[in-house]
Every structure is written in C-alpha cells, then in structure tokens.
C-alpha cells in the first residue's frame, strides 16, 4: 500500500464514515477504514498510511489511548476528527502525538486542506533531520526547532511555514504560496496572517528579532531561509 495517497479513517459512525470514505476517494486517495481503537492499531501494524483520520469517542477504547499505542507502531501523522472541543481535550491529544486536531461540524474543504498538509510531514521529516540552516534543526515531526543548542516549541502554522522554507531549499517562498500551503486554496487568510506568522516563528528561532539570521523577507515577494 502506497503511504503518500493512503489514508485510514477511525470512525465508528456509520454515515459520517461513509461520507468521509467517499469524498476521499473522490479526491484520489486510498481509504481504509476501521471502526474501533483495536481494528486501527492491527490496520497500522499491517499498512503504512500517509495520513490517519482519528475520531476520539471510539466504542472500546478512547481515541487518546489509540494516539499513545499507534505512535509505537506508526510514524502517519494523526488527525483528530472530534465532537469534543474543549481545549484541554485538544491538548491532551496534540501532546500524545496527535499532529492536528479538528472539532465536528467541520468544514470539508477545511479537513482536506489539513490532509494536504499532513501528507507532507513524513517527507519532510527526513530533510529536517539535517541541519536547516546553519545552527537551525527543525524536528517536524514533534514541532520543535532547536537554536544554537536551545530547543523551542513550535505552533503547527509555525511548523509549517519552516517546513515549506526548508524544502525550497534556500528559494523563496511567494505569500501566495504559503496561503496556500498553510491555510487552503481560498482560505480567509492574506500577506497580514503570513507577516504576523513570520514575526511569531522570528520570537521563537532568531536570536537577534531586528536582524534575522535565519527566516529573510524578501520585500514583495515572499520569504527565505537562509542557509549560510
């Protein structure tokens, strides 16, 4: 099984699986599906998936148990599906492992946007094993970049902003781009939330905020990681 288009949807609501399983489809992915906590770690342990849909309110156990016993067995990023919204629920997930989290009701072309991106971070993983830049690591896969030693926590926006620098090696990276990148093909977003999420990662990874070592606006265009 392919783990760059295959995705495995954790979800015992009948309907909601299915509507799930078909827009997927539509969309050109390979689906599996599973219906309880036990039937998607025995589907991970056979199949590699690019990506795994993961509702928490499962019938045997609860989905945080599935994130703690899948991340021994599975490096596919998970993605929270819940009718549980609270903000210590998400955190719980997100600290276990989980790489986003999305409440229901949600937004379908919302969900597929948090897909495209979940997809990448296997790839990305083994380009920020190596140095991003000069005295710069970025682990994606935990969120964390590491500055001359000094290890900081990044947001998943701020993961991705590195993430789409590092793998333009060097290049820069449009506005329109990173929208698109980060937020979705017509998404609610422009230059003002890409500016502010630059100056968020900027507190996090540069030593010195009004001279950048590491993350370059180039004036117009977009933005840079520097590699000297």
């Known amino acids: 099984m392919s783990s760059a288009a295959s995705i495995l949807i954790v979800e015992d609501e009948e309907q909601l699986q299915r509507m799930l399983r078909s827009t997927l489809t539509q969309a050109g992915y390979l689906v599996v599906t599973a219906r309880s906590g036990l039937e998607a ?30 991340r021994t067995i ?39 946007a948090r897909i495209r991106v979940a997809l990448r971070i296997p790839q990305a993983v083994s380009v920020a094993a190596k140095p991003a830049a000069k005295g710069l690591h970025v682990d994606v896969a935990v969120r964390r970049a590491t500055v001359d030693g000094a290890s900081v926590r990044l947001s998943r926006k701020e993961t991705e902003l590195l993430q789409l620098l590092i793998e333009a090696d060097g290049a820069v990276v449009s506005h329109e781009a990173i929208i698109e990148g980060i937020w979705g093909r017509g998404a609610d977003a422009d230059y003002m939330n890409v500016r502010v999420l630059a100056w968020q990662v900027r507190r996090k ?11 370059i606006a ?10 000297d």
Do not use: H, T, W
């Not at 999305?102 to 969900?111: I, R, S, W």
């Open 218 to 227: 180039e004036a117009g265009l977009g933005y840079r990681l520097s590699l």
């Open 41 to 70: 770690l025995e589907q991970m342990v056979r199949n590699e998936f690019g990506v795994v849909l993961l509702d928490l309110g499962l019938p045997d156990m609860d989905g945080k148990e599935v994130i703690a016993r899948a």
């Open 205 to 215: 990874i540069e030593p010195d905020g009004a001279a950048p070592r590491f993350l």
């Open 74 to 112: 599975s490096r596919a990023p998970m993605l929270v599906v819940s009718a549980r919204g609270s903000e210590r629920e998400k955190i719980a997930a997100l600290d276990l492992g989980a790489s986003d989290y999305v409440a229901k009701p949600f937004d379908m072309g919302e969900l597929l």
